[in-house]
């Protein structure tokens, strides 16, 4: 398949164009993803919900140690960062295929509302991390009643 045809009555730079991205989007698609082990912006894998009195996150910590866990809120920012350590081999094992990542990361969240630091409560559970993140009371939202006059 020629891609450009110069001497063709009806030879366009656009159509030929769009031919050659066509084409290069075929040959990315066959590519594999680039790794996003430990180390990258999407370790760990989180969820975050929010509610009127606070917010909570679950984070996927396989392997990782609870000392090599460190979280920091401030104001309306939580930060959870830590390390993953690298298997050890046995003596005389060689490794075949590493797909687990290691090494360092870090996860910032901006909430909608600011946290109360002083009651935020972590769990590490079967490799999953939950923060629950309360909102201080002064900074939830009251209702105020209407009164007839």
């Known amino acids: 398949m020629a891609i450009m045809q110069p001497f063709s009555g009806t030879w366009s730079v656009w159509r030929d164009m769009e031919r050659l991205r ?60 830590g390390s993953r350590a690298a298997e050890e081999l046995p003596e005389g094992a060689r490794l075949h295929r590493r797909e687990r990542g290691t090494g360092n990361f870090s996860r910032v969240f901006r909430l909608p509302f600011p946290i109360d630091s002083e009651k935020v409560e972590a769990i590490l559970e079967d490799g999953v991390l939950t923060i629950a993140l309360p909102r201080p009371e002064s900074d939830m939202p009251r209702r105020i009643s209407v009164k007839a006059a």
């Open 22 to 81: 066509r084409e290069m989007d075929r040959l990315m698609a066959s590519v594999p993803a680039p790794y996003s082990g430990a180390g990258s912006p999407t370790f760990p894998a989180m969820n975050v919900w929010t509610k009127e009195d606070g917010a909570l996150v679950t984070a996927e910590l396989p392997g990782v140690a609870i000392d090599d866990i460190e979280i920091a809120v401030e104001g309306d920012t939580l930060t959870l960062s």
